[in-house]
């Protein structure tokens, strides 16, 4: 099976991108299925319905999120009408709107599995993302329910990122990270088969864009002692 994913979109600019290139990369890949993040997407702030429709229509099965996902108010009335954006699946079971994980059914009967969720070093603070993960991957497992797993893992910290997808190693086709906008060098297929990268970097015309405020993220680290 032939997988892709994009992220993190911000703004126009990234959207264009992907409306530019999408639709001739799936067919000259081949691609059987094509996960986006989406949670910058309108001017860096969250996702409209509008711009769901046009990246779904242009080529992307699955849409994502991360910590932006409710800075668009009316995403959350849309997502619980849309199963294919899903928020991170560690928001409080119950009262968040939407879902966190969907199977999708392929033309040809094939299904595949998306997992969002949130990490929780210097984010806000969600409920455990590896139980979250681990419920999901219960629910359908790979080889037996699921013919592949994507899991987007949306968080800060490499270290949580890259222990997540040791995490899911032989239970999952590809963990990759996404929200610092930057590229990590160090995609690889784990001894379970995984493949992994911490940071899937961003789409933007220019990567000056990516300073959206004004001061740096320093303060979300703690003083030393």
């Not at 949306?154 to 949580?160: I, R």
Request: with cysteine.
């Amino acid at each position: 099976m032939r997988l892709a994913f994009f992220g993190d979109i911000v703004g126009k600019t990234g959207r264009v991108a992907v409306e530019t290139h999408l639709p001739s990369l799936r067919e000259r890949l081949s691609l059987d299925f094509v996960v986006v993040n989406a949670e910058n997407a309108a001017a860096g702030f969250g996702v409209t319905s509008k711009i769901c429709n046009q990246l779904f229509d242009v080529g992307a099965d699955v849409l994502t999120l991360g910590n932006h996902a409710w800075d668009q108010r009316e995403a959350l009335t849309y997502i619980d009408r849309e199963p294919r954006l899903l928020r991170p699946a560690n928001y409080p079971v119950g009262s968040t709107p939407g879902a966190g994980a969907n199977l999708f059914d392929l033309p040809d009967g094939r299904r595949v599995l998306v997992i969002n969720a949130m990490g929780n070093l210097f984010m806000e603070t969600l409920d455990d993302p590896f139980a979250a993960v681990e419920r999901e991957l219960a629910a359908a497992p790979l080889g037996l329910v699921a013919d592949a797993v994507i899991l987007d893992f949306h968080g800060e910290a490499t270290s949580e990122k890259m222990a997540m997808g040791v995490f899911c190693d032989g239970r999952a086709s590809l963990v990759v990270g996404t929200h610092p906008h930057v590229p990590t060098s160090d995609t690889r297929i784990l001894p379970g088969g995984a493949a992994a990268q911490t940071d899937a970097c961003l789409l933007l015309l220019s990567l000056l864009l990516l300073f959206l405020l004004p001061s740096p993220p320093l303060p979300l680290f703690p003083p030393p002692l």
